[in-house]
């Protein structure tokens, strides 16, 4: 309940905030509101039954707190919708970036590359730049180590190839379950 009441607060600010900036009558607004990718991050994967998080008894309490969460989201739109029904000349467009899946395991993508000979690392685990065609700094995306960068090795006409190998190393991986 107390990170329900955050979750209020924040919302009541952002309100206040884009009222603010909508009285000052800009010719083009863009606004944000965490609240959707927050909620679901955090407890999308204990209402979905797929999930290994789901539990039927916690999955219940939890829906209850997310759907007072997705109460904010709509407080939040109607918001926006009321500041801008006065304005005939005003549109209002929502977007959403990505949706959502529970996720339960965790993908090391730097682990297929060193398998597949693109990554090179010293005894403590750190990236060799030097011999390394390919790795991930995060995570989130394969950067490809091309010779425009201190101790790239990959030249440009090499690119192409070096991605396609890491993109089979990625597909390669299976879990446990296949």
Do not use: C
């Amino acid at each position: 309940l107390r990170y329900l009441e955050s979750l209020e607060l924040v919302t009541r600010q952002f309100m206040l905030g884009t009222e603010w900036a909508w009285a000052k009558r800009p010719d083009l607004m863009l606004d944000y509101f965490p609240l959707a990718d927050e909620v679901d991050h955090m407890w999308y994967g204990f209402v979905t039954p797929e999930s290994p998080a789901y539990r039927a008894s916690l999955a219940a309490a939890i829906r209850a707190v997310r759907a007072r969460a997705w109460e904010l989201i709509d407080l939040r739109l109607e918001g926006l919708r009321r500041l801008i029904a006065a304005d005939s000349g005003a549109a209002l467009f929502v977007s959403g970036d990505h949706g959502k899946l529970p996720i339960w395991r965790i993908f090391r993508p730097n682990v297929a590359l060193s398998a597949a000979g693109l990554l090179v690392s010293d005894d403590s685990g750190r990236v060799i730049p030097s011999r390394t065609s390919a790795y991930s700094p995060d995570g989130l995306y394969i950067s490809v180590n091309t010779t425009d960068w201190l101790d790239g090795i990959v030249p440009p006409d090499s690119v192409a190839s070096v991605a396609a190998r890491a993109d089979s190393a990625l597909r390669a991986v299976l879990g446990a379950d296949g």
